[in-house]
């Protein structure tokens, strides 16, 4: 896998065509994954304008700061020019300039700043804006051969933390001193930015996204975490296990963590081209309902993963879209009882072109450190 493989040269022209389909005379995309998708430039969001500017007719442009020209110009990919502005410059106008002919329609980037968005308005008052991912959705959520390879990796860098936990996680231990522990060994690890570190412990661990605390880790108690992070491709890892540190853990809970470890198994073994989003989400769902736990799992079963750590496909009731080959998302139900424990158990899936392909590896049986 080679950066080119992950930032191809034409997919600035699929894109281009996707747009004239769509009915858009241009996508405008600031900093964010859309614009790191088709560029592969990582650019910072801040209050100067980066914006590339990609018509249906005419060169696509990179607007940048001057002082981060440099960063834009070692990005990989490739098909457009850059144009910088210094600071005390409007630079609103050059985003004007890099459109040929009358604008009656733009995508913008999904998550641009709301003052982005009225600056645009203000520089382009004729043109109705829609969103970009109305272009890009189709676009980004089969993964390429090479992205499958870097979500892969970020997999294998994530599970080779998981299995060192036992050097960290012990009753006595506050879930912040735990957490601390893994940022760094997710760092050494091979990713370039720790996204999120959840260490949740006893009844903690019955809230979804708890984060840390400084409340002491107990003997027997289940601990919930939840990691994940940015490698340097660019793509995610996330990945869930549940723990019981020190003593065996209630009862209750050796029950119903068994229930779930057969619910996530079983949603995994379904994955496959066809099966709708909704039929997937059923799958892990109706085993913990059967069990008596239905109330309890409090969230979907997945979410897709790439360039975000979350993004489309949603494994959700509601969504009747077919899972596809390429599509890549966690399969990750959980059961939380409030004010006691909860459990989850995460891997990444990627669907094939017969079955489903799992990125995380380590065992999800229950782990007594």
Known sequence: MGIDDLYPAGRLAEARRATAAAGLDALLLTPGSDLRYLTGYDARAGERLTCLVLPVEGDPTLIVPVLERPDAEAAPGRGYRIVDHADGVDPWPLVRAALPGPVRAVGLADRMW???????????????????????????????????AALAEAGAAIDAVHRRMGQWLRPGRTERDVAADLAAAIRAAGHAEVDFVIVAAGPHAASP??????????????????????????????????????????????DYYEVLREAQRAAVAAVRPGI??????????????????????????????????????????????????????????????AGRHGARIEDIVVCTADGGQRLNTTPTELIAL
């Open 276 to 337: 709708t989003a909704e039929a997937l989400d059923a799958v892990a769902r109706d085993r913990i309902a059967a069990a008596g736990h239905g109330d309890a799992f409090l969230h979907r079963t997945g979410h897709g993963i790439g360039l975000d750590g979350h993004e489309e496909p949603y494994v959700v009731t509601g969504n009747s879209r077919p899972i596809e080959a390429g599509m890549a998302f966690s399969v990750e139900p959980g059961i939380y009882l």
């Open 114 to 148: 709301a003052q982005q968005v009225l600056a645009l308005r203000a520089v382009l008052p004729d043109a109705a804006q829609r969103l970009a991912s109305d272009v890009l959705r189709e676009m980004r959520i089969r993964k390429s051969p090479a992205e499958v």
């Open 209 to 254: 996204h708890h984060g840390t605390s400084d409340r002491p880790i107990g003997a027997g108690e289940p601990v919930v975490v939840d990691i994940g992070g940015t490698m340097p491709s660019g793509y995610r890892s996330d990945c869930t296990r549940t723990y019981v540190a020190g003593d065996m853990p209630p009862a209750e809970f050796v």
